[in-house]
């Protein structure tokens, strides 16, 4: 290469580690936005996407409680899978039958904290770090988001008749920055989502190829782990990014939906002998599945 081409290629390299260095700068110094959706787990990052683009303080407050919703519907599908460890049904047998409350999925997380400090699995420690003290009295995050939002998003979405923008403004801001913060201090909701896309046998390990669902519409990342647990091609799993997988075993899936499509992560609603029934915060489309026992 001649020095003026060498020269050529150096300055396209610098303009280039320039822009990249700008766009770096931004997400690290720039609206918290698009840094913060990217590291959530698909439902929650599609919620807050919603929040923070809606143009009117009403959408804003509505996906708000979404964003709640969906942390609080999230971090109980987690805690039981920890806790049931593979055996069925994964959800206490006085929850069978009716459609389950938002209360009653914060009330299984408020009342695991003895049994998720006598786990020994990885994941009971990440999931217990951000949730309890080592006294097992709950964070502050835990408080807010599975005690005092749970009342907040009962008494408003009982409230039956529109108001005025106004009151929504006040709402909003009165409740996002302890949502946001409560979310940020739990590192758990940062390992990554998965969906066993391949299992591979090779050399005495199994090596699933794993679809990372971080992010709103996730785009079809696949990673790869080797594990020594058996996990079904399909399964919605928590992934540590070394070897453990956490199935999430029918309490979240991240499957096609029957209505649109489309790719949506469905939260289990009610488990009755006959059906699983399931709903996504992200189109409040429906699917029923075999039952889950
Ligand atoms: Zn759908």
């Known amino acids: 290469m001649d020095p003026q081409q060498t020269a050529e290629v150096l300055g396209a390299l610098e303009r280039r580690l320039t822009s990249l ?3 770096v700068l931004q997400l690290i110094e720039g609206p918290a936005a698009p840094y913060l959706v990217l590291t959530y787990p698909e439902p929650i ?3 807050l996407a919603r929040e923070q683009s809606a143009a009117h303080y009403h959408e804003k407050f509505f996906s ?3 964003v709640g919703e969906t942390s609080v519907r999230y971090i109980a599908a987690l805690v039981l899978a920890v806790l049931c460890d593979g055996a069925s049904p994964p959800i206490p047998l006085r929850l069978m039958g009716a459609p389950i409350s938002l209360g009653s999925w914060a009330g299984l997380v408020a009342e695991s904290s003895e049994s998720l400090r006598a786990s020994r699995s990885e994941f009971a420690e990440h999931v217990t770090t951000g949730l309890f003290r080592s006294s097992g009295k709950p964070t502050p995050a835990n408080r807010l988001l599975l005690s005092e939002f749970v009342n907040l998003r009962n008494r408003e979405r009982g409230h039956g008749s529109a108001r005025p923008e106004g009151v929504y403004e006040g709402l909003y801001r009165r409740h996002v920055s302890e949502i946001h913060d409560s979310l940020k201090s739990l590192p758990f909701l ?3 989502l998965v ?3 391949q299992i591979n046998f090779a050399g ?4 699933y ?3 990372v669902l971080m992010g709103p519409s996730p785009m079809g990342r696949i990673e790869t782990a080797r594990c020594s647990k058996q996990v079904s091609r399909g399964e919605t799993c928590l992934w540590d990014w070394g070897e453990e997988l956490l199935a999430l075993d029918g309490l979240l899936s991240y499957v096609v939906c029957d209505e649109c499509g489309a790719e949506h992560t469905f939260f289990l609603d009610q488990a009755t002998t006959k059906a699983a029934h399931y709903y996504t915060y ?3 489309h429906r699917i029923e599945r075999p039952p889950i026992h």
Do not use: C, F, H, W
């Open 204 to 207: 005495g390990t199994i090596q």
């Open 209 to 211: 190829d794993l679809k």
């Open 45 to 47: 990052a599609t919620s």
């Open 195 to 197: 969906r066993v896309e």
């Open 64 to 66: 708000l409680l979404d």
């Open 190 to 192: 940062n390992l990554p």
């Open 282 to 284: 992200s189109t409040n």
């Open 21 to 23: 260095e700008q766009t």
